[in-house]
C-alpha cells in the first residue's frame, strides 16, 4: 500500500482491511485485537498514528515511529500470540508527521489469539469481534484441512454397506468400463479409493460406503439438509417446505437422491446429440451437479452445522459448513484443487462425478452464467459459505418487468411483454382453467418448478389470478 492508497482509505465508509489506531506514545492493547481479526480472516493493514474522530479521520502521527514499530514486531513474533506473525511495516511522512502501516497476512494456522484461547477476535464488516467457542472450534478443524477424512477409524470392511459398494462398482462400469480399477476385487478397490488403508476404514471411506447406524457412531446426526420451498421466503411460502429428503445411508446415496430432485428445478431444453440421443452435456447441468459434489467434498461434517440445500421458486442455495479455504478469487485464478475432504474427492472422481483437476468453481460460475446469464453468488463467515443459483434469466427478469426497448417514461399502463413461456402457459390456462401445474410441465417439455416461478410472476403482475383452492378452484386470466 503506497501514500495515495493510505489516503484514499481514509475517504472510504467501510472497510474490512483497514484499522487505524492513535498510537501516539505507545501500541493501543485494541491492536492485538485486530492483529488476531486479520490473521483469522483475510488479512489487513493496520495502521498507527490515524484517529477516527467521528466519521472523519485526523492525521496524529507517531512520536517515536522506530521505537513503536520495534516494540510492536518484537510482540507479534514473539510469545505474546500462539503463532509468530510475520508482518511488513511501510513508513509515510503526511502532513509532516510519521505513520506506520502493518501489513498483518491471514494465517494459514488458525486460531489465532493472544494471552489465551479466549482472546480470538474475527473480522466482521469493519470492526473486530470476538469468537465464538463454535467458530474457534471451526477453525481448530480447518487447521487440519485436507487430512481429517484421511484418518482411519476402528470400522473395518464388515462395518461398510454392501449394497452401497456393489452400486459404486456397477457405476464404474457404466461411466468407465476401461477403467483399471473395474479388474480389482472389492476389497482392493476400496484400497485403491483409500477408503479402506491398512484394513481401517478412513473417515472419508465411511462417510461414502457406511451404513447409517456406523456413521452416527463417528458423527452427530449424520445427514445432508434437503428442502423445497414453494416461495421466495419462508414468509411468502404456503407451507414451510413441500419436500424434505429423509435420511440416507451415506453420501454416495445421498447424491443420487439429490441430484435427481435438483435437475427437475432447473431448466434444461431437451437437444439430441448427432446419434440421435438426448445430450446431458448442458452447462447448467454441469454448473449443479459441480456445486452439489463441491458440498459433499468440502463440508465440515464435524461441525454442529449440517450441509444444507435450500430450493426455492427463485434460487438454489448451497450451505457449506467450513469455511473455503482460501479467497474466492484466489481460487478462481489459481485454480485451487485441494478439496477438504480429498479421500471422498477422490471417490467421486473416479466415477466421474466431478472434475479431475480443479476445484470446480470455473464449471458452477461459467456453465450457470452461459444459460442464466448471471453467476451464482458466494458469501460466507469463519465457519460456512453459502452458493446461490438464481433460477431466473436476466432476460427474463427484464421481460417481466417491462419490454426490451420500452422508453423510461413509458405510461404505467402499458402493455407488458410476456415471455414466449408465459405466453405458452398463459395459452393453456385460457383453453382450461382448470389445468394443473403438473400439466402445463408436461405439455410445454418443462419442470414443474419453472412453471410455478412463471406462474407467479403472472400472478405478481396480475396477468393472472387464482381463485379458490389449489384443488377445487380455477385460473382468472387478465391480459392488459
Not at 212 to 219: A, F, G, S, T, Y
Not at 236 to 250: D, K, M, V
Request: aromatic share 10%; charged share 30%; proline share 4%.
Amino acid at each position: 500500500m503506497n501514500q495515495k492508497e493510505l489516503l484514499d482509505k481514509l475517504e472510504e465508509l467501510e472497510w474490512e482491511d483497514f484499522e487505524v489506531k492513535e498510537a501516539k506514545n505507545s501500541i493501543p492493547k485494541s491492536s492485538f485485537e485486530t492483529v488476531s481479526a486479520f490473521s483469522n480472516t483475510n488479512g489487513g493493514w493496520l495502521v498507527f498514528g490515524i484517529k477516527e474522530d467521528g466519521r472523519g479521520y485526523n492525521i496524529t502521527g507517531v512520536e517515536d515511529a522506530e521505537k513503536i514499530e520495534q516494540d510492536f514486531t518484537t510482540a507479534l513474533r514473539g510469545e505474546k500470540f500462539n503463532q509468530k506473525i510475520i508482518a511488513t511495516c511501510n513508513k509515510y511522512l503526511i502532513e509532516g508527521k510519521n505513520v506506520l502501516a502493518f501489513y498483518i497476512p491471514a494465517s494459514e494456522k488458525r486460531p489465532v489469539y493472544f494471552n489465551s484461547r479466549k482472546n480470538t477476535f474475527i473480522r466482521t464488516g469493519s470492526g473486530d469481534q470476538r469468537a465464538t467457542d463454535a467458530e474457534i472450534d471451526a477453525m481448530y478443524r480447518d487447521s487440519a484441512f485436507g487430512t481429517k477424512d484421511k484418518e482411519l477409524t476402528d470400522f473395518t470392511f464388515e462395518n461398510l454397506d454392501r449394497k452401497t459398494i456393489e452400486d459404486y462398482k456397477t457405476y464404474l462400469q457404466n461411466v468407465n468400463p476401461e477403467h483399471r480399477y473395474n479388474k480389482l476385487s472389492t476389497e482392493a478397490l476400496l484400497e485403491k479409493l483409500q477408503a479402506i488403508v491398512d484394513g481401517k476404514v478412513t473417515i472419508g471411506g465411511l462417510l461414502v460406503f457406511g451404513t447409517e447406524d456406523n456413521i452416527n457412531r463417528l458423527l452427530t446426526d449424520f445427514r445432508i439438509d434437503y428442502l423445497e420451498i414453494p416461495g421466495t421466503s419462508y414468509s411468502n411460502a404456503p407451507t414451510r417446505y413441500s419436500y424434505r429428503l429423509s435420511e440416507e445411508e451415506n453420501l454416495f446415496r445421498f447424491y443420487f437422491s439429490i441430484f435427481e430432485r435438483l435437475i427437475k428445478k432447473i431448466d434444461l431444453p431437451f437437444t439430441l446429440r448427432a446419434d440421435g440421443f438426448a445430450t446431458d452435456r448442458q452447462p447448467q447441468l454441469i454448473a449443479i451437479r459441480e456445486a452439489l459434489v463441491n458440498l459433499l467434498m468440502h463440508s465440515d461434517y464435524f461441525s454442529p452445522m449440517k450441509p444444507r440445500i435450500r430450493v426455492f421458486l427463485d434460487r438454489i442455495e448451497f450451505m457449506n459448513p467450513g469455511a473455503l479455504p482460501k479467497d474466492l478469487e484466489s481460487i478462481m485464478k489459481e485454480d485451487f484443487t485441494m478439496p477438504r475432504n480429498p479421500t471422498v474427492a477422490r471417490i467421486f472422481r473416479v466415477i466421474r462425478l466431478s472434475e479431475n483437476a480443479g476445484s470446480g468453481f470455473d464449471k458452477m460460475f461459467g456453465g450457470w452464467k452461459s444459460y442464466y446469464e448471471v453467476e451464482p453468488k458466494v458469501s460466507g463467515e469463519v465457519d460456512y459459505y453459502k452458493i446461490v443459483f438464481p433460477l431466473e434469466r436476466a432476460t427474463e427478469i427484464r421481460d417481466s418487468n417491462a419490454p426490451v426497448n420500452a422508453p423510461v417514461n413509458a405510461p404505467v399502463n402499458a402493455p407488458v411483454k410476456l415471455t414466449i413461456s408465459e405466453e405458452e402457459i398463459l395459452g393453456l390456462i385460457e383453453n382450461d382453467i382448470n389445468i394443473t401445474y403438473d400439466t402445463i410441465a408436461e405439455s410445454l417439455g418443462k419442470n414443474r418448478t419453472t412453471i410455478m416461478r412463471n406462474i407467479k410472476k403472472l400472478k405478481d403482475r396480475g396477468i393472472l389470478t387464482r381463485i379458490g383452492s389449489d384443488k377445487t378452484g380455477h385460473w382468472v386470466v387478465t391480459r392488459k
